[in-house]
């Protein structure tokens, strides 16, 4: 068969696309008819800036959501005579579809199929990560920039000292094979994952204490449910074998989470020291409510407009480490479709064959526009108030 | 201020310290140990052969007790077996009678590398000189033109130019050095794609590419063909972040009371931008180039290592890949002194900038 050209590639990727596609319609439709009854997430759809970003950041979202409809051929599997072929050239008549849209690489593996999978590796780790360095960051923050003093000293030193801390010879030294006989990412691991059941037990515990009953209740469900994930996901040892994550990506998820959450720290414990005296802490305290009471219920939801913000754009950048941990090989593993590692593999013969590389650089860098859109959107929209 | 400066000077020693020791106790884990004598000896060294390998090459001390070792404040180890007197401080070059009994860095020895088997002081200082053009380039694109972005587009909030530039910003913001390099390597710089076919069929460059898709002659000589791509790549990232931040000064400055009373004096828009705003409105962009730095050095690495060009960064990924420990240690410490000098910089230089702060 003849190779096609751009024209017939884009239209049939744009076919390949057509779950994202409907998906996109009817977030768009449905948001923009309830967007007055929707809050922030509503306003967002006031501007262009927003919802372009909003746009890019929801196709790559249901991309992965829909990767299994979208790829036209295996990821991982080679094809006979499909090394580095430009895009849009034939494939053996017995393959799953009849071109490889954008091309093989030096492996004859379909470029577009594994930008598709990439995206869902990506999507998986990259927004949790942000989360838990939140989570870290926000129960470390708080505390700090409430009570300031000793803690705040000894805490912001310790920020200061990951940040100080060159990235890429941090990951060098955390996600090399070598280390994980050691133990040290299950202990990072330890330490960082139970920052979540700490802050959701401090949340409630705070509010209900009062109300032994629903205290109880939440509490115990936040307990079993944490304390099950944190087992298998830490230590691997979820006596159902539900929560599990492999060595590899406990590795790269613990460092990224390292790297990223004294920056968060540094936010809240900015905030937190602008806020403490407003005048709903002192009416606060005056009513003899707890700290931890003051910091999770009224200084907290008073601080979201700038740390959404910050989530957005934290997870472009953790986007972007992820993609720095590939290009220095050192991604989730070498067969990984993620977007890095496929640019490290397709540096090589860059001048020569630049599609597998240039394909998963472009899809990258539009994620990242796009959080970066949506992040400018949520902050003008927030101002407005 | 002295006291301050004093204050200061002490938290970046005890952070160096403390860096320092974590980079030491990760590299000298077990595993890696292990690695590295079966790299410096033999493959199929037996795990006694490692043990002994180990010994006699000073790895079996106590952590603790090498690390001081390092620094030089404990007398550097020694070994004797069948008559033979190796050392920390005892080398091919240094015989037993003449070493000293501390060598660390305290004496100024960096120690020696074990990728490139030679003195840490010798490459790290080639090394950093070649990162210190490529840092000198980056700044005198990145700087003016970060500025003038911001300035331009900060001036008229929300006018037609603002938009256009502000979408650039946040796009090279969107687009960290790994994509922008691949992506300038494909345009300028490849033999089948991009424009450096077309350029060449017609005869109006000479190679088959336009600029150099590496950067490696460019230790010895520094041609706009073959430094521009690894500039450009840096400055880009570096760039977005500094012009927003610029503009987000500029357009608070522009709302100021005294512009207002300046434009309704009747001074011109031009006079009122050069002459008032421009002034206080470089105050915050300095503090935010400043602490540039530290992500500049990110970059480096990532650029140094696609365009093959043996400075810092590339120096730092092959003795990170290689557990090269002294030659990892001594650029742990040199990226720490760079990033806590230019905060040092940024917080005295903001101070001086705005004399409505004080510091005490």
């Known amino acids: 068969m003849e190779p096609i050209g751009w024209g017939g590639i884009f239209a049939r990727m744009i076919i390949q696309f057509w779950p994202v596609w409907a998906a996109l319609i009817i977030t768009y439709a449905v948001s923009i008819h309830y967007r007055r009854r929707l809050g922030l997430y509503g306003k967002l759809f006031d501007s262009t800036v927003g919802m372009i970003g909003f746009g890019i950041v929801m196709f790559w979202v249901y991309t992965a959501f829909f990767a299994d409809i979208i790829i036209t051929h295996d990821p991982l599997g080679q094809l006979s005579g499909m090394k580095n072929k430009s895009p849009g050239t034939a494939a053996p008549d017995d393959a799953t579809y009849a071109y490889y849209l954008l091309g093989g690489d030096n492996l004859a593996r379909d470029v577009f199929s594994r930008m598709v999978m ?24 708080l505390p700090a920039g409430y009570f300031a003093g000793k803690l705040d000293t000894a805490l912001s030193f310790l920020a200061n000292l990951v940040l100080a801390f060159p990235v890429i010879l941090l990951f060098y030294l955390l996600v090399t094979p070598e280390i994980r006989d050691t133990g040290i990412p299950i202990v990072l691991a330890a330490v960082l994952f139970i920052f979540p059941v700490i802050f959701l037990v401090t949340l409630f515990q705070s509010r209900y204490f009062t109300n ?22 830490a230590f691997n040892a979820d006596p159902l074998g539900i929560w599990s994550m492999e060595p590899n990506l406990l590795n790269v998820f613990v460092a990224v989470v390292f790297v990223n959450a004294p920056t968060v720290f540094r936010i809240v414990r900015g905030i937190v020291l602008d806020l403490r005296s407003r005048d709903y802490v002192a009416a606060g305290q005056t009513r003899g409510e707890g700290a931890w009471y003051i910091m999770l219920w009224e200084i907290l939801p008073n601080a979201r407009g700038p740390l959404i913000v910050d989530f957005c754009l934290r997870i472009g950048y953790t986007t972007i480490l992820l993609g720095t941990l590939g290009f220095f090989g050192l991604g989730v593993s070498p067969e990984s479709p993620d977007w890095g590692s496929t640019i490290n593999d397709g540096r090589r013969l860059l001048s020569i064959f630049p599609h597998p590389a240039v394909v998963p650089a472009i899809a990258l860098m539009s994620l990242v526009l796009g959080l970066n859109l949506l992040a400018d959107g949520l902050r003008e929209e927030s101002m407005k108030d | 201020m002295l006291m301050f400066l004093l204050r200061r000077f002490g938290i970046m020693l005890l952070t160096a310290l403390c860096l320092t020791f974590i980079v030491f106790f990760l590299t000298n884990l077990t595993p890696n140990l292990e690695k590295l004598a079966r790299s410096e000896g033999s493959v199929r060294m037996t795990d006694d052969q490692v043990d002994s390998w180990l010994a006699t090459n000073g790895y079996a001390q106590p952590l603790i007790l090498r690390y001081g070792e390092w620094l030089g404040v404990i007398p550097g180890w020694t070994f004797e077996e069948e008559g033979k007197i190796s050392g920390r401080c005892i080398s091919a070059n240094v015989p037993v009678a003449d070493a000293a009994s501390f060598c660390g860095i305290l004496q100024g020895d960096w120690g ?247 510091i005490s």
């Open chain 1, 118 to 141: 990439g995206a869902r590796r990506v999507l998986a780790i990259a927004p949790a990560a942000t989360a838990f360095a939140f989570m870290v960051g926000i129960t470390l923050g």
């Open chain 2, 112 to 358: 020696t590398s074990t990728v490139f088997k030679r003195p840490v002081s010798e490459i790290l200082g080639r090394a950093l000189g070649a990162t210190g053009w490529l840092m000198l380039w980056v700044m005198i694109i990145m700087v003016p033109s970060a500025l003038a972005l911001g300035v331009l587009a900060g001036m008229r909030e929300g006018s037609r130019t603002d938009r256009v530039l502000s979408a650039v910003a946040i796009a090279t913001t969107a687009t960290p050095e790994y994509v922008s390099g691949v992506i300038l390597i494909v345009v300028f710089a490849s033999a089948t794609v991009g424009i450096s076919p077309l350029l060449a069929s017609l005869g109006l460059i000479e190679g088959r590419t336009l600029f150099q898709g590496t950067a490696t002659s460019a230790m010895e000589n520094i041609t706009f063909w073959n430094f521009a791509l690894p500039v450009i790549t840096i400055a880009l990232y570096g760039m977005g972040y500094i012009a927003r931040m610029t503009r987000a000064s500029m357009t608070e400055v522009m709302t100021a009371q005294y512009i207002r009373t300046a434009r309704l004096k009747g001074v011109g828009f031009r006079a009122v931008v050069v002459r008032h705003a421009l002034r206080n409105a470089l105050i915050a962009p300095f503090t935010v180039i400043m602490l540039q730095f530290p992500w500049l050095l990110n970059g480096v690495v990532i650029v140094e290592t696609l365009f093959n060009y043996k400075g810092f960064g590339w120096t730092l990924v092959q003795g990170a890949g290689n557990n090269d420990i002294e030659l990892l240690l001594s650029c742990s410490v040199v990226a720490v002194i760079v990033v806590l000098f230019t905060q040092l910089i940024s917080d005295i230089g903001y101070a001086f900038l705005n004399p409505r702060i004080r």
């Open chain 1, 212 to 233: 032994p009953t629903r205290r109880n209740l939440y509490v115990g469900i936040t307990l079993v449910i944490g304390l099950w994930a944190y087992s298998g996901l």
